[in-house]
C-alpha cells in the first residue's frame, strides 16, 4: 500500500470515529482494492441489532473515490435481506460530477467523499436476533472499476425517535 493511500485510510478511519453518533446503528466502510473493483465482486455488510433498536431506521451509503474514476457517476445494485424476511433491490445511477465534469462532494487533493441516501430500512422487532445483510455490486461495463477506494453502509436512528 502505498504512502498516500496509508495515510487517506488513516484519515478516512478517524472521520469516521469523529463523526460518531449515539444514534448510529451500523456504519462500517469496505475498502476496495488498489487494483480496482471487479465486476463480480460483492460487497457484503452484515450485523445484528441490539433489542432496543428502532423498527425503521435511516439508511446511507457512503462512497470515497479519487479523480481516477473515469465516469461522472456510478451505477449500483444493493440488495437488502432482513430477519423478518423482507429484502428489496435498490439500483441508483449515483451521479459523481456535475455536467461539466467538477466532481461533486467533499475532499482535498485527488479524494472525494459523498454519501447517498436511500429509503429508510424497516426491520420488525420478533422474538428471535434481528439481523440485516447488505450486498453492493457495481453496475458498469468495465470488468475492473478503477479510482473507488471504498465503500460505506451507514444505518442511524432519528434522536427525537429514541
Excluded at 19 to 24: G, L, T
Excluded at 41 to 65: C, G, K, M, V
Excluded at 115 to 136: A, H, M, N, V, Y
Aim: glycine share 6%; proline share 4%; charged share 20%.
Amino acid at each position: 500500500m502505498t504512502r498516500k493511500r496509508y495515510l487517506a485510510n488513516i484519515v478516512f478511519l478517524l472521520m469516521l470515529t469523529a463523526c460518531y453518533n449515539s444514534n448510529d446503528l451500523y456504519h462500517h466502510a469496505e475498502v476496495i482494492s488498489s487494483k480496482g473493483w471487479d465486476r463480480n465482486q460483492t460487497l457484503y455488510f452484515q450485523d445484528s441489532l441490539s433489542w432496543n433498536a428502532p423498527e425503521t431506521f435511516h439508511f446511507e451509503i457512503e462512497l470515497r473515490h479519487t479523480n481516477l474514476f473515469p465516469y461522472k457517476s456510478l451505477w449500483l445494485y444493493i440488495r437488502t435481506t432482513c430477519s423478518d424476511n423482507t429484502s428489496r433491490l435498490d439500483s441508483i445511477n449515483w451521479p459523481l460530477a456535475e455536467p461539466s465534469g467538477r466532481w461533486i462532494g467533499s475532499g482535498w487533493g485527488s479524494l472525494y467523499y459523498l454519501s447517498q441516501q436511500l429509503p429508510d430500512l424497516t426491520i420488525q422487532k420478533t422474538i428471535g436476533k434481528r439481523w440485516f445483510q447488505i450486498e453492493i455490486q457495481h453496475g458498469l461495463k468495465d470488468q475492473t472499476l478503477n479510482g473507488i477506494e471504498d465503500i460505506g453502509v451507514h444505518l442511524y436512528s432519528d434522536p427525537a425517535k429514541k
